[in-house]
């Protein structure tokens, strides 16, 4: 084992002490596209004692420009990103244990999901979640490092319980807008992921073995530019997580997605959504698939899935009964 890791231990950053402390951790990544494959490998390879990998999607074709560890081979057998991801792993460090989970998080089940880590890891695609995994975090006490990667650029930031700021001192309102920019939308090049999922590796390295020098900005690139930048980020006095209000674990806040009975239809109802504009939504989702609109419905169709969108910001997902899989269409299409 010490042969493994012989290359990582010389390195006076982790050493053998460091890599003992690796060995006795346990992370859980959520999210496994592009980022969370990147951790992924990065921290099975680096020998992290436990890592789980929670997912609740399956491999696309699309996927394969940017998500390492997925082949054509997954898509033909149909396997979820989770369980791919754990095959895969298990065959590259067999001496740890690797566990993939197939599952939507949710308020309901995140916490039983993040029991024991020592860390989280984010490699998730919507704002929401990721204010349920800061709500997660400080209740716990559990460090997670915050990773988002869209187009050419992609930002990263620590959030250290009792120490730095949260997610929620920078990001307050992230529902409060009809439309946000997604990879389905915007699109995204591979090394912008690469390099935020690398960044966001080595901070997990440093919280791992109790570094000193751990980051505390909120550090963005754009690849394409070739520009880094930190910005210096500050507790907001007013933050509710920071006082211990978790309205996105209680679920004050958030989707809901109800199975409408009889229609094979989902229902997904934002209620901190605000008021979307068909037309500039119809603009926004024109490239991506069939869409048409008049002042009360927007109607979309792309891969199979057709959507029905309210000027309510309501959406509802037809031909499936699937919960999760709505949240992730409005997620990718609608934006949160
Ligand atoms: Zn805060």
């Known amino acids: 084992m010490i042969d493994r890791y012989s290359r990582q231990i010389i390195f006076s950053g982790i050493g053998e002490e460091g890599q003992k402390k690796l060995g006795n951790s346990s992370a859980v990544i ?3 596209g592009a980022l969370g494959t990147v951790v992924a490998t990065s921290l099975v390879r680096a020998g992290v ?11 696309e074709y699309h996927n394969l420009q940017r998500q390492v560890i997925f082949s054509e081979e997954d898509i033909k057998a149909g396997l979820p990103k989770a369980i791919a991801a754990e095959q895969y792993l298990k065959k590259v460090n067999s001496s740890i244990e690797v566990e993939g989970v197939v599952a939507d998080v949710n308020y309901a089940n995140i916490e039983r999901l993040v029991a024991g880590a020592d860390l989280i890891l984010d490699g998730l695609d919507n704002l929401e979640t990721r204010l349920l995994i800061n709500d997660v975090s400080l209740k716990h006490k559990i460090p997670w490092v915050y990773g988002g990667a869209i187009s050419s650029s992609g930002m990263t930031m620590n959030i250290i319980p009792d120490e730095t700021p949260c997610f929620r001192c920078v990001w307050n309102n992230p ?9 389905d939308t915007a699109g995204v090049i591979s090394p912008a992921p690469f390099i935020i999922g690398s960044l966001q590796t080595v901070e997990a390295m440093k919280i791992l073995v109790g570094a000193k020098e751990i980051n505390r900005d909120l550090i963005i690139i754009d690849a394409w530019r070739g520009e880094f930048s930190r910005l210096k980020v500050d507790h907001r006095p007013d933050c509710l997580a920071c006082r211990g209000e978790y309205e996105f674990l209680e679920a004050r806040f958030g989707t809901r997605t109800t199975s409408l009975c009889g229609q094979n239809a989902v229902q997904v109802l934002n209620p901190e959504a605000g008021t979307v504009s068909l037309e500039r939504l119809a603009a926004h989702l024109s490239p991506l698939g069939e869409v048409s609109y008049n002042d009360f419905m927007l109607r979309f169709q ?9 000027p309510d910001g309501r959406v ?7 919960e999760a899989l709505a949240r992730g269409l409005y997620a990718k299409y609608i934006g949160m």
């Open 30 to 32: 959520i999210g496994c």
């Open 316 to 322: 509802i997902v037809k031909n499936t009964d699937d």
């Open 175 to 183: 529902t409060g807008t009809g439309i946000a920019l997604t990879c």
């Open 302 to 310: 792309a891969n199979n899935h057709e959507m029905v969108v309210f």
């Open 49 to 59: 004692g436990k890592v789980k990998i929670i997912d609740r999607d399956f491999i």
